[in-house]
């Protein structure tokens, strides 16, 4: 059995700053071995950027996304404004125009290793991360964007063996792994946003089929 293990989100009790408004949630995902020790197979973040929070507290929704350098990508792809969703944006997601609900659930980073690849362990974790974390928003949003070709992938895993991650097996243009990439999300119901690398999805829609998952945290 698939078992997300989120780490510790801790937060300061008074906290003025607009990033108070972006909670982040990161984590393993791990698979049983024969000895009863999980074996980690990959891991995940996600972003809940609290839309509504914001206005009710009377902050600038600009100033909530522009500390954090993925969100603001989203801020600018999908809202005209503050709190205002890009009317087409709501109508790929929702069939409409209108969406009461601005909060946002990105889905930053899933990542299988290679040797686990091929089992449909990604679109169960995503499933997972939707099932879970989809309580509070009205829009879930993810960039499909190839890792292989993010030009700082070294940085983000210093220290780490590069070749669990398989990009150098990776010989496709990019458009075609993007490509891929979208036929991908969209088995989860993601459908991209026209000119842009975002797809998005309701969270009113069914994550297609029940999702065996537990949710720890890290000793």
């Known amino acids: 059995m698939l078992t997300l293990r989120c780490s510790e989100n801790e937060f300061l009790a008074e906290d003025e700053e607009p990033s108070r408004f972006v909670i982040g949630y990161d984590g393993k995902l791990l698979l049983p071995h024969d000895d009863c020790e999980d074996i980690e197979i990959g891991y995940f973040s996600v972003k809940f950027v609290d839309v509504v929070g914001a206005v009710t507290e009377g902050e600038s929704v600009f100033d909530v996304f522009d500390c954090d350098s993925t969100c603001i990508q989203y801020y600018e792809a999908l809202y005209n404004g503050d709190d205002d969703i890009k009317t087409r944006v709501a109508r790929i997601a929702h069939g409409d125009g209108y969406l009461w609900n601005p909060s946002l659930l990105i889905l930053d980073r899933l990542v299988v290793y290679r040797e686990y690849r091929g089992r449909s362990l990604g679109l169960v974790a995503l499933r997972a991360l939707i099932h879970r974390f989809r309580a509070g928003v009205g829009l ?72 065996s998952y537990e949710i720890e945290t890290l000793p």
């Not at 879930?140 to 190839?146: D, G, S, Y």
């Not at 097996?169 to 989860?188: I, N």
């Not at 993601?190 to 029940?210: E, G, H, N, Y």
Request: proline share 8%.
């Open 140 to 211: 879930i949003a993810l960039k499909a964007f190839p890792l292989q070709y993010e030009a700082d992938r070294s940085v983000k895993h210093e220290g780490q063996d590069e070749t669990k991650f398989g990009y150098d097996q990776f010989d496709v243009p990019m458009s075609k792994a993007t490509s891929k990439l979208r036929s991908y999300y969209r088995q989860v119901g993601f459908l991209p946003v026209p000119r842009t690398q975002f797809m998005v999805r309701s969270p009113d829609i069914p994550v297609r089929k029940a999702v």
